[in-house]
């Protein structure tokens, strides 16, 4: 039998109000695999990983992680699982510099890389550290955004459409950087609109419509689903 | 040369002196709301009872249970925070969801129920607090005679003032603070029991009102009445200096102060309305306030 998965979501639905966004969403996480979340604007991408964070409150259904279910941990205490959350809006404070946004997240696990090794991954960051935070350019902020949790010790992350509005170079280093990640073992969510990004790094691709899980396609297969996923994502 | 506009020097300065110690309860009391409102989003109008509160603690500490002032001034801004945690945790937690105007109104109701209270309980009358005698006396500084008292109100509420600016703006606990301000849940993601925080800031600046009230109680008498006195002026304060600017608020408060001495020296019957002319003035030229961080 295969071993457990490190994240399994099972029927995750989730509201905004009264509005009801997620209906029931299946999908699992082995470790040490990157998996990422496709699907046209609005399907509910963003929308499962603030479920699995806890920043959406209404939820139901389950989310497996380590054995723990997600949807009743305390939202405080979901990063202390070693989970780290790189939101759309990358969520740099303007009012910290770029040292203290670096160092904001408390190291929860061991492990984490030491503020040296993420400015040898993200060198643009090098030399900014008292910059205000949103002073960095759109794709800085996404590799500060990325660094500081991976100063966390967290070792399954989640990427909110990290080359969204980014310039190509940015996205070749963020690229290079998170294969780096992914070679030393982290497990990755990656929600991404980018095909070519995502088949540059990915194992396997979830499509998501209208809330609900509609397709996983392996990363080989991609090529040879080319069609089927156009019709998925309305280009 | 001892005049100025007809005004003597050492009138001058004493009444500097006086704006200086009102400017210095004006800062203690308008940091507490300013950081309450940059992280709660409460117009804390309950501030001015806690001030109160302050005041009456300090009193009962001595008048019931024969506390010297130190103590006092250190038991009496614990108990006054504390009851600030219990009114968080059981009112305001819930309003933080809803529309601003509800905990306006809650923390309006407060104040006006703790002040009839200690009306009823202890008459409107100013109970007197004496000075402690390792601070009576004073220093005589040639132009003009400083009661050792006053130095101390001005001394110590300049350094409460300044740790509690260096503990936001230098450590890792106010930089989670100053990061809550802006963007509660992402803080929360990041394993910060954001609740918590929100409570124990808000016992905090409640208990820097109530250090306030006990500092202020040999210097003024304690009545249930204090603390609606001075918060007008202390919201006028937060106005000018802009809601949610920490050190504005510091800044404005002491120099706010020192205009109304000033005016109270030169043109005495304007005293009382010289702080709401500036507010007047600023809300014109700068609507969100002198240090608000939008212009
Ligand atoms: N804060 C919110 N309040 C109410 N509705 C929201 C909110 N955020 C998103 N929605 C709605 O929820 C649905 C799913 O949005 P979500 O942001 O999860 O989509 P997405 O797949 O991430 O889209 P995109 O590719 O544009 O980022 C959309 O219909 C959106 O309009
Ligand atoms: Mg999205």
Known sequence: MAEAPLLDVKRLEAWYGESHVLHGIDFDVRKGEVVTLIGRNGAGKTTTLRSLVGVVGKRRGACIYKGADLLKVAPHKVARLGIGYVPEERGIFSSLSVLENLLFPPAWQAGGMAVDEIYGLFPNLKGRDSTSGTRLSGGEQQMLAIGRVLRTGADFILLDEPTEGIAPVIIEEIGAALRILKDRGMTIILVEQNLRFAASIADRHYVLDQGKVVDEIPNHALDANMDRLNRYLGV | ?295
């Open chain 2, 1 to 295: 040369m001892t005049d100025i506009f007809g005004v003597p020097i050492a009138v001058l300065l004493g009444q500097l002196l006086l704006g200086l110690i009102n400017g210095s309860f004006y800062a203690l009391l308008s940091l507490g709301l300013a950081i309450i409102f940059g992280m709660l989003n409460v117009i804390n109008f309950a501030h001015g009872a806690f001030y109160m509160l302050g005041g009456f603690a300090a009193w009962l500490l001595l008048s019931s249970l024969g506390l010297g002032y130190w103590e006092t001034l250190v038991i009496a801004p614990l108990v006054v925070g504390a009851l600030g945690a219990v009114v968080e945790r059981l009112f305001l937690k819930r309003l933080y969801r809803i529309d601003h105007l509800y905990s306006l109104l809650l923390t309006f109701g407060i104040a006006l129920m703790l002040e009839g209270l200690f009306r009823h309980v202890f008459g409107a009358a100013g109970k007197p607090y004496p000075i402690p005698p390792s601070l009576t006396g004073g220093i005589n500084l040639g132009f003009m005679f400083l009661p050792m008292y006053r130095a101390w109100v001005i001394v110590a509420s300049l350094a409460v003032c300044l740790a509690t600016w260096l503990a936001i703006e230098r450590t890792r606990l106010g930089a989670y603070l100053r990061a809550a301000t802006e963007n509660p849940s992402l803080v929360q993601a990041f394993g910060i029991n954001v609740p918590l925080m929100l409570t124990l800031t808000y016992a905090f600046c409640v208990g820097l009102a109530g250090f306030a009230g006990a500092l202020a109680a040999p210097l003024y008498q304690v009545s249930p009445g204090m603390g609606s006195s001075i918060i007008i002026v202390v919201f006028a304060v937060v106005v000018i200096g802009g809601m949610g600017s920490i050190g504005g608020a510091i800044v404005t408060a002491l120099a706010l102060g020192v205009i109304e001495g000033l005016t109270k020296t030169f043109y005495p019957a304007a005293s009382s309305i010289a702080v709401f002319v500036v507010m007047v003035l600023v809300i014109l030229i700068r609507p969100s306030g002198l240090f608000s961080r939008e212009a």
